[in-house]
């Protein structure tokens, strides 16, 4: 039998189609030497017949929980995630990934695989959502797991729980900068920044900014020596814009961001972030 290269994509492709967990998928893969159709049958056989049946269905809505220990030093985002509104606004659905979230920031659980292998309930975190699978009929599935670490994390949970956000600060806890972390969290949630700075940006990310603004440069007629100045102007822009640090604040749009925190304490200032909203895949 020859062999190919199960690639994250393919076993997240699998998961997707059925529902099951990411080591399962690979496993079935491997076993069936990378054909996703026989790799489906492969788990039916393993007895995931209940997710199967959802094969081609989306769990695009859900219910995404941010966490902290009390001492705001851990945080966690969890995102439970299933078809169907009706089901992500029940009350069953809601506990089990607040229950998800808190076992996983109890455990300190650094991974997704790590989250699904926890005990809950006399089986595991996996386990548990399986019964729900078979129990409502619906495509269930941790689809999103996040962690931060550092001084001062804070959490904000978007209305609904559909977007979920951490938030690093730099200055230790206060009820001041909680405030203000808060404050950061929640724009981070309406703005969905790229980074922290743009030193969080990828180059080919200011690459491709810079191609494209050449490219409506010169097809504007502006002259050929002037495109790249042009072009780089532009992707500054973009990255003052699609940046955290040099957004303007959402409460107060005459300061930026960073300009917000250090008149709340002097120092403080966003270490990193983590953002999680419905419709992932």
């Known amino acids: 039998m020859s062999t190919i290269t199960i690639t994250a994509s393919l076993v997240n492709e699998l998961r997707n189609l059925t529902g099951a967990g990411l080591m399962d998928c690979k496993k079935a893969l491997t076993e069936s030497n990378g054909d996703v159709q026989a790799a489906v049958d492969y788990l039916r056989k393993k007895g995931a017949k209940v997710a199967e049946k959802r094969a081609g269905r989306d769990s695009l809505e859900g219910c995404i929980v941010a966490l902290t220990t009390a001492d705001g030093t851990r945080g966690v985002v969890s995102y439970l995630s299933c078809e169907t509104d009706f089901v992500a606004k029940n009350e069953d659905f809601r506990g089990l990934a607040e229950a998800i979230a808190k076992a996983a920031l109890e455990a300190d659980a650094k991974t997704l695989d790590e989250v699904l292998a926890l005990p809950m309930d006399g089986t595991t975190i996996k386990g548990k959502v399986e019964e729900k699978v078979s129990a409502i009929g619906e495509l269930i599935a941790v689809s999103a797991y996040e962690t931060l670490a550092g001084e ?115 120092g403080l200032a966003v270490k990193a972030f983590k953002r999680v909203a419905l419709g992932l895949k």
Do not use: C, W
């Not at 030193?199 to 900014?209: L, M, Y």
């Open 152 to 266: 001062n994390i804070v959490a904000y949970n978007h209305a609904g729980n559909k977007i979920g956000v951490l938030v690093s600060l730099s200055n230790a806890k206060s009820d001041a900068n909680a405030v203000a972390g808060k404050d950061v969290a929640m724009q981070v949630a309406a703005m969905n920044p790229l980074a922290v700075d743009a030193s969080g940006v990828s180059q080919e990310v200011i690459d491709r900014e810079v191609a494209i603004a050449k490219e409506k440069a010169a097809a504007s007629g502006k002259p050929e020596n002037i495109l790249q100045k042009i072009a780089e102007s532009a992707a500054q822009s973009y990255l003052k814009e699609n940046t955290l640090n040099t957004q303007p604040f959402v409460k107060d749009g005459s300061k930026t961001v960073a300009q917000h925190l250090g008149e709340v304490e002097k």
